[in-house]
């Protein structure tokens, strides 16, 4: 019999097929609302207050309470796996150096490679000295089993960048001239096997001071340790143009979008977008600086994770390094957030290792 042998039959199945449709539509509609990530919170137009910062008269801005604090610990009489100590760069600038030595070193003749790291804190928050990166480089001394030199390097907006990148390169032409002068450097620090690292903002930090110095043919000869490689943990990198990691995860605590912009906004030179150099390193003459890394033989490792994020900004950097011919591992992991390194032991151990 046909299927739509009477009117009453024809009417039963249409209305049966638009319900169906109806049902579907609905159905797939909800799906697509339960997936899809909730729209960015609205943004503080002053990036100031988006950030919870006082801006004085003067141009300096007040940051509210300061973060715990630790200081150095360079008495070998104490017990800890890992001595540190304070040494200035430049007093008129207000840097200096936290040099971590495991203790097992002083009993032993061979030197140690030699870690130079910057913080994080996206360029404006946080210190060498904050609780969170001094157990940090304590743990990656005792893990790795490597001199450190944490750097304090100089904030925005009062200084806004390149001036952390200044004081990086300027501490490491202060380790090559201070070596002889102190016994940690002289005796346990092999100046010849000298890492860059750092961490979401210092990432960005030891990536763009790494450019100076391969513009300029680091070695010896300029000055400065003999640098080998970066260590580039979950570095901070931007860009005008929003990727998908960050659409998805626009609301995420950890870094969300409208802190991510306030951030940048007050760190850049003033009038500089986020396709700038010191944010963007795969537009404009990026690529081609990124050629120079791969003449000087460098070996780079970048981490993520999926949770962060700029991940996707950290994959695209990878890409572009491994299609210039640099020596690069990509480290991507599931999950976590951004600076999960920074507040979960664990996960910095699996780092270190």
């Keep these: ?4 042998s009477s009117p009453s039959s ?11 449709l109806s049902y579907y539509l609905l159905i797939a509609k909800s799906t697509t609302l339960q997936t899809s990530p909730p729209p960015p919170k609205p943004c503080n137009k002053n ?4 950030l919870n910062l006082v801006l004085n008269k003067n141009g300096s801005v007040r940051r509210g309470p300061v973060p715990p604090e630790s200081p ?4 070998p009489n104490l017990p800890t796996k890992v001595l540190s100590k304070d040494l200035p760069i430049n007093k008129s600038k207000g ?3 936290r040099i971590y030595l495991p203790r097992e070193t002083l009993d032993q003749n061979s030197k140690l490679p030699l870690l130079v790291f910057f913080h ?15 157990e940090f480089c304590f743990n990656m001394a005792n893990d790795v089993v490597a001199v450190v030199a944490s750097i304090e390097y100089r904030l925005a907006p009062e200084h806004r960048l390149p001036a952390a990148y200044e004081d990086a390169v300027e501490a490491l032409h202060w380790i090559k001239t201070n070596q002889e002068e102190d016994d940690w450097l002289r005796y346990y620090a092999d100046l010849s096997n000298v890492f860059l690292v750092g961490s979401s903002a210092g990432g960005n930090i030891a990536y763009n001071a790494g450019l100076r110095l391969v513009a300029t043919g680091s070695g010896y000869d300029l000055g400065i340790p003999k640098i080998q490689g970066l260590i580039l943990i979950q570095p901070y ?5 929003m990727t998908g990691s960050e659409m998805r995860l626009a609301n995420e605590p950890h870094l969300s979008l409208c802190n991510n912009y306030a951030l940048w906004e007050l760190s850049l030179p003033v009038g500089a977008d986020r396709d700038h150099e010191y944010c963007n390193p795969t537009v404009g003459d990026g690529p081609k600086k990124i050629e120079m890394i791969r ?5 780079v490792l970048v981490t993520g994770c999926g949770g962060d994020p700029l991940v996707d900004r950290q994959m695209e950097l990878v890409k572009v390094m491994e299609m210039k011919g640099v020596k690069v591992v990509g480290h991507f992991r599931a999950g976590d957030y951004h600076g999960v390194q920074d507040t979960d032991p664990f996960k910095a151990k699996q780092l270190y290792e």
Aim: hydrophobic residues 45%; aromatic residues 22%.
């Design 1 to 4: 019999m046909p299927l739509f």
């Design 10 to 20: 024809k009417c039963f199945w249409i209305t049966l097929i638009v319900f169906s």
């Design 47 to 50: 990036p100031y207050k988006q």
């Design 72 to 75: 150095p610990a360079p008495d």
């Design 95 to 97: 840097t200096w150096a």
């Design 120 to 134: 994080g804190g996206g360029f404006i928050f946080l210190s060498a000295s904050s609780t969170i990166f001094h």
């Design 237 to 241: 990198f931007g860009g005008t143009q």
């Design 295 to 299: 003449r000087l033989g460098w070996r």
